[in-house]
């Protein structure tokens, strides 16, 4: 579903060290009216210098209508897959407490589950376990926009095959976290929103931050909406079916205060901390974190994004920069948007995308046709083309069809993502998140 974190292809320019200084407001505020007048986003953003909120900004509005809400830093947006961080912050709670364990086996809890016996709480959290995504991989796109207890969800994974033997391989699964969130409950006898409430809002003080709402239910919501010929009202997924995979309701600012508190060990151990943060192999995911590249940085944080609605919360240790975007209506690259508040709040000069239409010539791609690998994750790209549109597959990915932005950029817009190629240094970069991958190209 679209509350995965559709990360697949990144990005990167020349690598250099990036110097710290104070952040630029001014160009952040003229990012965002350009933005504003444009009616390309609504939504709320902040940004955040070493745990500390530095800037906020809030454009169009939470409703629409004869009663029009402006949206404000405290209005409270869907974070889809955001989710999944609290979620397995509490996880990680459980097993400081002793109720549980990384080794856990899935069959304690869910016997019917296929793989039950090898699956582990380690493989649920690191998308490792190969079962199902109950979301995401549905033929009927409407199914989740509509109300199914918990016993028909939990009977849709244990029903479907398994894409891959426990521990094997990597791959972004709802199904997982669902998982981890009934467990949660299991173990301690409270409601996942109890949970939320008193393991971490009431914990470190946050105001806006609330779970378990069927739709629409508070007045401070910001509604979905797409942009047609105007912002058009859509019908979201049904967010009691997403139960600790993406139904929290936040603001920026809650977002930005749980990830400083989340990284100054004020929700967790030491070592269940260093647990959650560590990638292996390269992979895109921790134990509930997502791989964050940006230049010669490497963050970390997560995405997430509804049928209506899109979030971003990233933080990098290293400049002290975390940032957090959420969106109720969406007609511009969230890429993009990820990419210049990073770039503006690391001094880097800010590309804007162009959005006018450019043609190749068919023989004009040959150069880009090829395998490229990267050193930075275990995936293997493939180029190829059909007629004068460049085509992309990634290992055991479907291939995906570019739209020409220049003589050496692409864009899939639907996923965010943009390609430019280097062929001099036989090189692909990649953007997608405001992360930065660099791929090179095989040669036979």
Avoid at 119 to 127: A, E, F
Avoid at 157 to 179: H, M
Wanted: with cysteine.
């Amino acid at each position: 579903m679209k509350i995965t974190a559709s990360l697949l292809l990144l990005t990167i320019l020349t690598v250099f060290k990036l110097t710290a200084q104070e952040v630029n407001i001014a160009k952040l505020d003229s990012f965002f009216n350009a933005l504003n007048t444009d009616s390309e986003v609504m939504g709320s953003f902040a940004v955040a210098k070493h745990g500390k909120i530095i800037y906020q900004r809030s454009l169009g509005a939470s409703l629409l209508g004869p009663d029009t809400v402006k949206a404000t830093s405290t209005t409270q947006y869907r974070i889809g897959s955001v989710t999944k961080v609290f979620t397995a912050t509490m996880i990680f709670q459980l097993i400081d407490e002793g109720k549980l364990s990384l080794d856990t086996k899935l069959s304690k809890y869910f016997p019917q589950m296929p793989n039950a016996e090898t699956i582990t709480v380690l493989d649920l959290l690191s998308h490792t376990s190969g079962l199902m995504n109950y979301v995401g991989d549905e033929v009927d796109k409407t199914w989740i926009t509509n109300p199914h207890a918990k016993a028909e969800l939990l009977d849709t994974i244990a029903k479907r095959d398994v894409w891959f033997e426990p521990g094997t391989k990597q791959q972004y699964c709802n199904s997982g976290y669902l998982l981890l969130s009934y467990i949660l409950e299991e173990i301690t006898g409270k409601t996942y929103s109890k949970l939320l409430e008193v393991r971490i809002a009431n914990k470190i003080g946050l105001k806006n931050t609330v779970a378990g709402l069927a739709n629409n239910s508070r007045k401070g919501e910001a509604r979905p909406y797409s942009m047609l010929d105007k912002w058009t009202s859509i019908k979201d997924i049904y967010f009691p079916n997403v139960i600790g995979v993406g139904d929290i309701l936040s603001t920026p600012a809650d977002l930005l205060k749980f990830m400083s508190a989340l990284t100054s060990g004020k929700l967790m151990s030491q070592e269940s901390y260093a647990q959650m943060t560590a990638f292996k192999d390269q992979n895109l995911f921790a134990a509930g974190l997502l791989r964050v590249p940006f230049y010669d940085q490497i963050g970390f944080g997560h995405t997430g994004g509804t049928y209506g609605s899109h979030s971003v919360l990233y933080s990098f240790k290293e400049s002290g920069f975390s940032i957090a975007s959420c969106i109720n209506g969406l007609n511009y690259p969230i890429n993009d948007i990820s990419i210049a508040l990073l770039s503006i709040c690391n001094g880097q000069q800010l590309q804007n995308p162009t959005s006018k239409p450019f043609f190749l010539k068919s023989e004009e791609l040959d150069p880009y046709l090829g395998v490229y690998t990267s050193k930075t994750i275990p995936l293997n790209i493939t180029i190829t083309k059909e007629d004068s549109t460049l085509v992309c597959q990634a290992t055991g990915q479907p291939p995906l069809k570019f739209e020409t932005l220049s003589k050496t950029k692409f864009k899939f817009d639907v996923a965010g993502i943009v390609l430019e190629f280097n062929e001099a240094k036989q090189e692909m970069i990649l953007y997608q998140g405001g992360m930065t991958i660099l791929f090179n190209k095989k040669l036979n």
